[in-house]
């Protein structure tokens, strides 16, 4: 089992562009998660995906949405890209209590 | 060392002592909390976590403690690796029975020197 894994590893996009970032859940998992990591700082929810539905949302904008697959795997996209959407983008997936990481997709906007 | 929580987000100790670290959480209503190693390049690996029915849990080389009243919570990593050098964050879930929303901590940078 390759555990989560996230695509592509890094990125390099200008403003204005639109980006899409790729999660496979672990075997077994049914959740996804989405945060975002600025340099220093710790993770930031964005949202969940639950059953190919949006269950849970954090405090970003509407630039930011998902969707998840039949299979669980998950698409966070954002458009408009601002420099300051620079970052980590770390998934997660879960089964009940357990969660795991994946190695997260680096995205600098120029 | 002691590091008193997010308003010292680094730790240096010598291989072998023992390192505390600290964290402090702000929601009342959290019930799940996790503490997280995230190494340069990697995302964040499970360590140890807690309900907020126990006050103590011991792991392999850690234990997470838990105080409720004070809204606190700590890890202690027993003989100090350098492959335990990263940083580390505490995490509250607010998803109440389902592992939903975290709220990580500002994160801990652990140095481990020869």
């Known amino acids: 089992d390759a555990g989560v894994t996230q695509s592509p590893t890094h990125l390099i996009k200008t403003r204005g562009q639109q980006v899409t970032l790729r999660c496979s859940p672990k075997?077994?998992?049914?959740?996804v998660s989405w945060y975002q990591q600025a340099l220093g700082q710790g993770p930031q929810f964005i949202f969940q995906?639950?059953?190919?539905?949006?269950?849970q949302r954090g405090n970003f904008p509407d630039r930011f949405s998902g969707h998840q697959f039949p299979n669980y795997s998950s698409e966070l996209n954002v458009n408009a890209l601002l420099l300051g959407d620079s970052a980590l983008y770390l998934c997660a997936s879960s089964f009940a209590d357990e969660q795991f990481f994946g190695p997260g997709t680096r995205l600098t906007v120029l | 060392g002691e590091n008193v929580g997010l308003h010292l987000p680094t730790l240096s100790v010598q291989e072998g002592d023992n390192s505390i670290i600290n964290c402090a959480y702000s929601?009342?209503?959290?019930?799940?909390f996790i503490w997280y190693k995230q190494e340069s390049g990697k995302g964040p690996q499970f360590i140890i976590d807690i309900r907020s029915n126990m006050d103590k849990r011991q792991g392999q080389r850690v234990t997470v403690l838990l105080n409720k009243t004070v809204k606190h919570l700590s890890l202690q990593i027993a003989a100090t690796q350098p492959g335990d050098s990263a940083v580390y964050f505490c995490a509250e879930n607010r998803g109440g029975s389902t592992l939903g929303r975290l709220y990580f901590g500002r994160g801990t940078q652990l140095t481990v020197w020869p």
């Open positions: 929601n009342s209503a959290s019930d799940y």
């Open positions: 995906y639950y059953e190919e539905e949006e269950r």
């Open positions: 075997s077994g998992h049914d959740t």
